[in-house]
């Protein structure tokens, strides 16, 4: 298992997924990490990776859909490595980062990744957000970035048990996955727009659907910002920020 001390410049290929990641720099509490994503490639050491004979097979939308956030999964678990060192938090980060390493190994040999338990505490909140996944790692993960960037976070796993926490406890923004049983995101936001008292609400929405899809989202439902999972945490936690600021004036 590669840990939090690997040397910098070494990389972790995935072939089957396409993703390279190399641990660029380690000093004190900041760790630096690059991810590369060409198209399909399985998960070997670097050195491994140039023996391979090129994959040419174009992966099915589900596949795809499963693709990105299994990926989702992992660039959240890194960016809450990050965090997690700039608040001096290494015993935390180097947990996080072996989780991470656990999955990527998982992703090739086809078996089922491992839950994540809660790590870091949460910070004082300002901000109140409702986080809506089906996928309890990809929420953990998530959630704990942003408590870590000064959010109070509710969870829930589908749009019928979003909606009722949203009618009980009010938030300044949601977070919302697409593909979701019970109640689908698109079904979701339909509902939250009908609401008096929601309609105005801002809704990011997060998936691992097709961009098409997501636009039309977008336009239907009256929401300004969408992000195609692999999700970089910082650019939301940037958007977020930004938005509450210009909802503030």
Not at 100 to 113: F, H, K, N, P, R
Not at 122 to 148: C, F, I, M, S, T
Not at 155 to 173: K, M, Y
């Amino acid at each position: 298992m590669l840990i939090l001390s690997r040397k910098p410049n070494q990389k972790i290929v995935l072939p089957n997924l396409g993703v390279a990641i190399e641990i660029v720099r380690v000093a004190g509490r900041t760790v630096s990490v690059g991810i590369e994503a060409p198209d399909s490639v399985k998960v070997l050491r670097g050195e491994l990776a140039a023996h391979l004979p090129p994959q040419v097979e174009t992966p099915s939308v589900p596949e795809r859909h499963r693709l990105r956030n299994d990926l989702n999964r992992v660039s959240l678990a890194l960016e809450l490595v990050r965090k997690q060192l700039e608040l001096g938090r290494s015993t935390e980060a180097e947990q996080t980062l072996q989780r991470a390493i656990e999955w990527l190994e998982q992703l090739d040999s086809g078996m089922q990744t491992p839950s994540i338990n809660k790590s870091a505490q949460p910070g004082r909140a300002v901000k109140q957000a409702l986080l809506v996944e089906d996928d309890a790692n990809e929420r953990e993960l998530l959630a704990g970035y942003l408590r870590l960037s000064g959010y109070e976070v509710r969870q829930a796993s589908n749009g019928a048990d979003a909606l009722q926490l949203l009618h009980q406890h009010p938030v300044d923004l949601v977070v919302m996955d697409m593909q979701m049983p019970r109640m689908n995101g698109l079904e979701t936001l339909q509902e939250i727009r009908k609401a008096p008292h929601l309609k105005d609400l801002e809704v990011v929405v997060v998936s691992g659907a097709e961009q098409r899809e997501l636009q039309a989202v977008s336009q239907e439902c009256g929401v300004k910002q969408v992000y195609q999972k692999p999700l970089n945490p910082a650019d939301l936690v940037r958007y977020l920020n930004d938005s509450l600021k210009s909802t503030a004036v």
